[in-house]
């Protein structure tokens, strides 16, 4: 390699990661602001559950469009929109001052968002010789679970210090930067399909909104209400129609082919499972701090720090070793670390539990949560030809994220069914329960992890579209 492609590759990896770093961050900044924020805009469990998953929604259905509005109008000129467009939402998120409006601009977040994160990947993947792929992604694995780490710890301490606000005032400089040095700095690539799929997109969007809506307003309404009953079974119909229609597109944002490949499709069920069990967890476990034990922001974001900072030190040694070791023996690890993690959690939690009695799980939760982090993406992409890399990583950044709204949704609603807000042994039985739940889903995940067989890394499962299409 010489040093200008050294250099170049260099930077592929600083600004990718960078990005990634921004968005990722988002997912979980507002946890330990979420107490302050519900007081601050006199929001309801339903609002809270839309600060993340307004976000979180958006940004999961978007993704496949994302990553092929890359492979069209070419994946730097995409990323840098992108990256604009997340900048603005977050000074709307930032201006806000009520929960609505705080909601919609979370969603505009989600867009960019979804623009930006799968061509982080394409862009790593196109930029990087394949040979060292697995410590690169290792990197862009590790500067991910950073932003994962110090999301809780950054939101708590802005809130501690300053407002909640300025959760969201802190992307607006990172962005203006990164915008025009991606611009500068990497080389504009493009897919070899450059068509759009707005039919799919607009039958999934409104599925997965219809299923979301049902699921978050369930509690307050009742579960067998007409308002609740009606738009689950219609978002699940519109799915349904969703996986028909993309089964004879001519160019489908979710090549269902795809899941022809075993790797591929339990790699993403774990993926989808993981993140349920994980984001669910969180969201309330970020809350029981400063709801029962009282804590400040800033110190609930220290004391979940032992169990979000681990993928720090973990998640690149990881991408290294999945190439050697198979990256699907490290995240069948990883996850089952992780379920035995939240079922210690769920066990011990009291709402005078003893700190140094939650250090022990949080640390093993993070160190599963790292091992799955740092080799999935290595696993999926090695299911495919480089043709078809943009959309597997959409695909299965798509199917995590929706996980995260599925395990926000579910668990808030088991724990507002089991307990609540009402008083400190009510919160503590509800996230109790509900973290019980997300053990279980995570363990599943683990147990999908390791029905997964290594593929050699010089034979993708599916190889081209000639493949995939015979796969559909």
């Known amino acids: 390699m010489t040093h200008t492609q050294k250099r170049s590759m260099l930077w592929t990896i600083g600004i990718t990661s960078v990005a990634l770093f921004m968005v990722s961050l988002d997912n979980l900044v507002v946890t330990t602001a979420l107490p302050v924020i519900r007081r601050s805009l006199h929001a309801s469990i339903s609002q809270l559950e839309w600060t993340v998953n307004a976000y979180t929604l958006t940004f999961a259905v978007l993704l496949l469009t994302g990553a092929a509005l890359g492979d069209r109008f070419g994946r730097r000129r995409m990323f840098a929109l992108g990256l604009l467009l997340f900048t603005g939402a977050s000074a709307a998120a930032a201006l806000s001052s009520s929960a609505n409006a705080l909601d919609v601009a979370r969603a505009l977040q989600g867009v960019g968002g979804a623009i ?107 579960w067998t209400s007409l308002g609740i009953v009606l738009p689950i079974a219609a978002g699940a119909f519109l799915l349904a129609a969703f996986l028909a229609w993309e089964r004879r597109a001519p160019s489908p944002m979710l090549p ?55 993928p720090i030190f973990i998640a ?28 210690w959690i769920a066990a011990v939690q009291t709402p005078s539990v003893p700190y140094a009695g939650l250090v022990a799980p949080f640390v093993l939760s993070g160190a599963g949560m790292a091992l799955f982090f740092a080799p999935v993406a290595n696993v999926v992409l090695g299911t495919v030809g480089p043709e078809l890399e943009g959309k597997a990583s959409g695909a299965n950044n798509a199917i995590r994220e929706l996980g995260g709204v599925f395990g926000v949704a579910v668990l808030a609603s088991v724990f507002a069914h089991a307990g609540g807000y009402r008083t400190a042994e009510t919160f503590t039985h509800g996230t109790s329960t509900a973290v019980w739940v997300g053990a279980a889903v995570v363990a599943a995940a683990a147990l999908a992890a390791a029905l997964i067989r290594r593929t050699p890394a010089a034979v993708q499962e599916v190889a081209s579209p000639q493949a995939l299409a015979e796969a559909a």
């Open 116 to 222: 930006v994160t799968p061509l982080t990947l394409t862009i790593l993947s196109a930029g990087v010789p394949r040979e060292r792929r697995g410590l690169a992604l290792g990197i862009w694995g590790g500067i991910g679970g950073l932003a994962i780490a110090i999301g809780p710890l950054v939101g708590g301490a802005i809130v501690n210090g300053v407002s909640w606000h300025w959760i969201f005032w802190l992307n607006v400089p990172i962005g203006l930067v990164l915008a025009p040095l991606a611009l500068a700095r990497l080389e504009e690539t493009r897919g070899a399909d450059s068509s759009l799929d707005l039919p799919g997109l607009g039958l999934a969007s409104a599925g997965l909104l219809g299923i979301v809506w049902g699921l978050v307003r369930g509690n307050a309404h009742g």
């Open 256 to 310: 269902l082919g795809f899941f022809g490949s075993r790797t591929f499709a339990l790699a993403n069920v774990a993926s989808l499972l993981m993140f349920f069990g994980m984001f669910g967890s969180i969201f309330l476990l970020a809350q029981f701090f400063q709801t029962v034990q009282h804590t400040s922001p800033l110190q609930a974001g220290l004391r979940i720090l032992p169990w979000t900072a681990m």
């Open 316 to 343: 690149p040694i990881a991408g290294a070793l999945s190439d050697r070791i198979g990256g699907h023996r490290l995240m069948a690890a990883g996850l089952a670390l992780q379920a035995t993690g939240l079922a």
